[in-house]
Each structure stands twice: as structure tokens, then as C-alpha cells.
């Protein structure tokens, strides 16, 4: 839960992505529950969590998480920890729905702050087409129209960002976003 109530996303930075950062989605689990968290769950195989546990500040979350992995999973690995209002705002954001096709080439990087913006300020002005770039209150979307491993724009946000971002397609934020709906 966040800060005002809710479910919490942890975001994983480069799990189980090539052979590095191997991590068990069942041991991932139990290392949230060791850490007090409740109702925990899995989405894929790529460190996206969502969790309860009554309210948490989500940097000091983040960093407990980070540490545990280290400690009892041997993974370094940058966390990044919404709640379930933070995750609606990034959805809610996104001026790119209406021109991208294809959710599994939209993604979104997860933005720290307003420094992060700021960094990705000049990179908004270019022309991507056939792609684009948008920069929201929370996260950076890029449209990849011929695949994000192509996209220059996706290679520009990263290489401004470096490894203090995350990022995961418009699919996986919608899942993510389901379970943290709340039930009817």
C-alpha cells in the first residue's frame, strides 16, 4: 500500500532479461512477504510486483526491496515503487494511445522526479517518426512503431537516464494496473 492506502508496484529493473538478474518469480514472492508485505503477486517473468502491507513510503520501500535482493537473492537491481494512484496517473498521462497500434511497441519509462523530466526536455523536441516521445508528470512514452530494440528514441530516453529508470511496455502497465483496481 501506498502512502495514502492502496496495493503498491514494484518495478524491477533488468530481472530475468538475457542471463543476467535470474530471479524466481516464487522466491520474489517470498522475499516480498518476508519483508511484511501481504497479498503479493507476480506479473510475468520480468520483476513487476504488486503487493499490500498497509502504508509505505515508496522511496524507503524501494530501497528495503533493493537491499533484500542483494542480501538473500544475490541480485542487484534498481527498484522503483508507485502506488496505485501513481500507476493510474501514469496510464491516465499517456498522449500517445491514440497513435500507437500496437501496446507491446508502447512504452513507458517510470520517471523519478522533475530532474529526470527535465533531462528528457530537449529529446521531446525531436522528431521520432515514425515514432514519438512524450513526456509526462511520471514517465517518458515512446512509440516504437518498428520494435523497441529499433527505436531511436527508446535508445535517447535510456541512454539520458541510464539505469535510474525502468521501463515496460503499455500491456504490462495495463495488467499492472487491473490488479491494483479495486474489486466490484
Known sequence: MSARGGP???LLRGINVGRAKRIAMADLRALFEELGFTDVRTVLNSGNVV???GKFAPGKAAAAIEAALVQRLGVASRVTVLGAA?????VDGN??????TDH???VAFILAGADQRKLLEPLARQDWAPGALAIGERAAYVWCPTGVLDSAAAAAVSGAL???TTSRNW???RKLRELCAPAP
Open 95 to 100: 498522449p500517445l494511445l491514440g497513435q500507437a
Open 86 to 90: 501513481e500507476l493510474q496517473a501514469v
Open 51 to 53: 503487493f499490500g502491507g
Open 171 to 173: 500491456n504490462t502497465l
Open 162 to 164: 541510464g539505469d535510474a
Open 104 to 106: 507491446a511497441r508502447l
Open 8 to 10: 503498491g508496484i514494484a
